[in-house]
């Protein structure tokens, strides 16, 4: 039987992991710019609306079948409400307490989350010791950054890093559900199906809280909205999905570590945000969680360390 070639990221899935880290860390400034004339909620909700229609012409155009059953749908109704809804209401509402690149750091440790989250709920991913740790040292970077204070003066800053945190685990819990219930299903069509559950969890939600959403917005709130729309969800989606086909989950996770230099580097051309010291060094306890989580940089070493003990490997 021949074994299948072994993933790895050459240079045109290299180039397409830099351009999703750029349109996902565009992400934050989009928001940024769209919260100055539209509340969180609007904002996921246009977020969704937008984009459902790009990925059903990109669905349509390759003919990938609807599915008709009403399980499935279900399905993508609980997927839309863990990966988009209730993650990015939680994202929109942190980013009016706290600057884009802080949440986006924030927003690093969902790779190490959903690696315990699996391991914890899937059989077949079991929970390891690096996964553990990795852990360990995603919560030690968010403590870090967090400020010892935050036990004793707890503020809405504090609330809305803690609202971005929740939004991560929701993502990590949306990849247990999409393996549970999702896995027969071609994954853009799952990812517009996510979309358009989201779309009609958020319409209801949006009337009731924020009211009818209003229309007569600037021309930079609506390029912010659509920008998000198109090119950090639509666009994002189908990169997302090309670099899994071609370079694996493995090195598709190394997004993880880029996105939050975009968002932080647009945050500090137009926006005039900084970063403080603190957070920087959260980020990179973060990354540090993420390389243990991941395990390469721990092989790279094994691979480069001489084998004593005279017994082969496969």
Known sequence: MT????????????????????????????????LTEVPPLTITLHRVFWAAPILALVVLSKGIEIPRSLRVWGAYLVMGALNNAIPFSLIFWGQTQIDSGLVSILNGTTAVFAAVVAGALLPDEPLTMKKIVGAALGVAGVAFIMGPE????????????????????????????AKIALAGQPPLMN??????????????????????????????????????????????????????????????LLVTLLIPPFAIGLGALFLGERMELDAWIGFAIIGLGFAVTDGRLFSFRARKTPVRTGVGRP
Not at 8 to 31: H, N, P, Q, R, Y
Not at 158 to 175: D, I, M, R, S
């Open 191 to 252: 990812a517009l199906g996510m979309l358009t559950g989201s779309t009609v969890l958020m319409i209801p939600i949006v009337f009731v809280f924020d009211g009818p959403p209003q229309f007569a917005l600037s021309i930079q709130v609506w390029g912010a909205l659509f920008g998000m729309a198109a090119l950090s969800t639509a666009l994002a989606f189908v990169l997302y999905f090309t670099i899994l086909g071609r370079a694996g989950a493995a090195n598709l």
């Open 150 to 177: 935050a036990l004793t003066n707890f503020s809405l800053s504090n609330l809305a890093q803690l609202a971005v945190l929740g939004a991560t685990l929701c993502y990590a819990f949306a990849g247990v559900w």
């Open 3 to 34: 074994k299948a070639p072994a993933l790895t990221l050459d240079l045109k899935s290299t180039i397409m992991l830099v351009l999703l880290a750029a349109v996902w860390g565009g992400s934050f400034f989009f928001s940024e710019v769209a």
